[in-house]
C-alpha cells in the first residue's frame, strides 16, 4: 500500500496519459518510411546496404517504441484498477518514491529492483573479503 495522495495520482494519471497520446500520435519510425525504401532501391542499388542498414535500426527504434507504449498503457490501467497499488514495486512491494514515478511513470519496479534484474543480484565485491 503506498501513500500516494489523490493530487499526486491525478498528476501521475495525466503524465501518463500525454505520454502515451505523444506516443502514439508520433507512431513507429518505420511506417513512413516503407515506401520510400522500395522506391529508392528500385533506382539504385548501391543504397541497398544503407536501406537494409536504416531498417534495421528503424525497427530497432520501433521494439523500443512498441515497449514503452505497452508499459505506458498499462501502468495507466494499473493506476485506474488498483489506484491503491499502483507505484508499489512489482518484486518487493516497497513504494517507488514519487520522484521516480514522475521521471518514469510507467516504471513498475523500485530503482534497486531494477538493478537486480538488470545485472543480477547484489554480490560479494571480492569473494576473499569473507574468507
Ligand atoms: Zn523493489
Known amino acids: 500500500m503506498v501513500s500516494m495522495s489523490p493530487d499526486d ?3 501521475l494519471r495525466s503524465l501518463l496519459q500525454s505520454r502515451l497520446e505523444a506516443r502514439v500520435a508520433q ?3 518505420s511506417v513512413a518510411r516503407e515506401d ?3 522506391s529508392a532501391t528500385a533506382h539504385d542499388d548501391d543504397l541497398g546496404p544503407h ?3 536504416d531498417q534495421a535500426i528503424a525497427s530497432g527504434r520501433n521494439a523500443a517504441w512498441t515497449a514503452e507504449t505497452i508499459a505506458l498503457a498499462a501502468a495507466l490501467r494499473r493506476l485506474e484498477e488498483e489506484p491503491d497499488s499502483f507505484g508499489d514495486c ?5 513504494p517507488i518514491p ?3 514515478l514522475e521521471l518514469m511513470p510507467h516504471a513498475a519496479l523500485c530503482v534497486r529492483c531494477q538493478a537486480t ?3 543480477g543480484p547484489a554480490r560479494r ?3 576473499t573479503d569473507y574468507v
Open 117 to 119: 534484474r538488470e545485472t
Open 98 to 100: 514519487l520522484r521516480r
Open 51 to 53: 536501406m537494409a542498414m
Open 90 to 94: 512489482e518484486d518487493c512491494g516497497e
Open 36 to 38: 520510400v525504401d522500395t
Open 9 to 11: 495520482a491525478a498528476r
Open 27 to 29: 507512431g513507429p519510425q
Open 125 to 127: 565485491r571480492k569473494v
